[in-house]
């Protein structure tokens, strides 16, 4: 009887430890589902400060460790930066050329970071910058007729200013160089190089910013602790209810389900197309042993030269009026074959060339400076307010994940020094 009511006691009392556990862990999700910048603004920043100090710490704790070697190269490189900066000489010119070049590839590689950083909730810098670039330079070379637009291969959108090649008129840069019978026509090799550069730059950046999760999934698969970012994914997906919602959740499920075909030629093929769950993936090769350098350079040579590359030469196309020109083209074949169809096609197809010409055209100079001063205000103050918001939208999400990473942690460590007291 005796030894009965122990182990009767003993279950009762960890059956409440139990609810007790589930109790707190559900007061902790509360807490970090409230915890963002509209409900508790202070708190959210005073957490994402602590979590930016403590990586920080842990940065130069490792770097002072493991990495003094990179600490003495780096302090070289600063001192000898400086020096370059500060003395006058014939190497003046050739070290701003050089700052130029550094400045113009860490503004596209930050942008294809930023890109693909954030399991999906990143910023998307080929609709803002990446894309309106090559479509605009695509467009001034069909009005002018030459690609020698550029003055220096840096010479592109950037934040700040914008490219000298884009203001000037076609009569600066000479007379066209490709002719046909419906006006400048300059062939997609032509243009492709003028614009491939920066296309691979923001391709190696998209390639870095899938790093971080292939290093979580990583380290979590070595402590053998379940990962965050896969519940995080399964969250986001189980909040979109809708029909693209339940699609991704198949296509998610179809993946985990074929993780073991996970290869350098399938990590090839998924990050080579348009594919919102290559987050996924990255998690995925970090969690099942996937070498670092097979993982990393399929998924640079996928995103940096295939991806980017079917990206550019597609807006190019349309821009260069190629496609629209077959489209044009199958469409005539189709509508000459139509009873009736056929006499009105050749007034058709002269409206329509009509139309094109006057588009590809060059707009003349205005002769008042006041409504070029006005046109340029409004599209440069609507352009720089929807990027702005982008950008505001884009930094909350990461204030919001940061402190609400940091407040987990800190969540953890109570709810552990809990269940070692109650033992």
């Known amino acids: 009887m005796g030894s009965k009511k122990k182990s009767g006691n003993s279950s009762n009392s960890s059956g409440e430890r139990n609810s007790s556990i589930s109790g707190i862990r559900e007061k902790h999700q509360q807490e970090i589902e409230c915890l963002t910048l509209t409900t508790q603004p202070l708190r959210t920043f005073k957490f994402f400060v602590f979590a930016i100090y403590d990586y920080v710490k842990q940065s130069v704790r490792y770097l002072l460790a493991k990495g003094g070697w990179l600490l003495v190269l780096g302090s070289l490189v600063a001192i000898g930066g400086v020096c370059l900066a500060t003395i006058e000489g014939s190497h003046e010119k050739h070290f701003q050329e050089f700052l130029l070049y550094l400045q113009f590839v860490l503004w596209w590689t930050a942008l294809g970071v930023a ?38 291969p840096y010479d592109t959108i950037q934040l700040k200013r914008g490219p000298s090649w884009l203001d000037k008129d076609c009569s600066e840069f000479g007379p066209s160089l490709y002719n046909s019978s419906h006006g400048s026509r300059v062939p997609l090799s032509s243009i492709l190089p ?98 670092f350098w097979q993982f990393f350079l399929a998924t640079l040579f996928g ?81 720089n307010t929807v990027v702005w918001l982008v950008l505001l939208n884009f930094f909350f999400k990461i204030v919001n994940s940061t402190a609400q990473n940091f407040l987990k942690k800190q969540q953890e460590k109570e709810l552990t020094t809990i269940t070692k007291k109650s033992q």
């Open 194 to 291: 003028q614009v491939q550069l920066e296309a691979i730059l923001w391709g190696i950046g998209t390639a870095l910013g899938e790093l971080p999760p292939y290093f979580i999934s990583r380290a979590a698969s070595l402590s053998g602790s379940k990962l965050d970012p896969v519940e995080d994914l399964d969250a986001s997906s189980s909040k979109n209810s809708g029909a693209i919602g339940r699609r991704l959740k198949k296509m998610e499920t179809w993946l985990l389900s074929h993780s073991q075909y996970l290869n350098f030629w399938a990590i090839l093929l998924l990050a080579s197309i348009p594919n919102p769950l290559f987050d996924l993936a990255g998690i995925m090769c970090g969690q099942f042993g996937i070498p």
């Open 303 to 383: 995103k940096a030269i295939i991806k980017t590359h079917i990206q550019t030469v597609f807006i190019i196309s349309v821009c260069n009026n190629q496609l629209l020109d077959w489209v044009e083209n199958e469409l005539i074949w189709v509508l000459s074959h139509i009873p009736g169809v056929a006499s009105v096609l050749p007034k058709l197809i002269a409206k329509l060339h009509a139309a094109k010409d006057k588009y590809l055209v060059a707009a003349p100079p205005v002769s008042t400076n006041a409504q070029v001063k006005k046109w340029g205000l409004s599209f440069s103050t609507i352009w």
């Open 115 to 152: 890109s693909s950083i954030g399991l999906g909730s990143g910023l998307h810098t080929f609709v803002l910058y990446l894309g309106p670039h090559i479509a605009l330079f695509t467009i001034k070379a069909m009005q002018c007729g030459r690609v020698d637009l550029k003055t220096a």
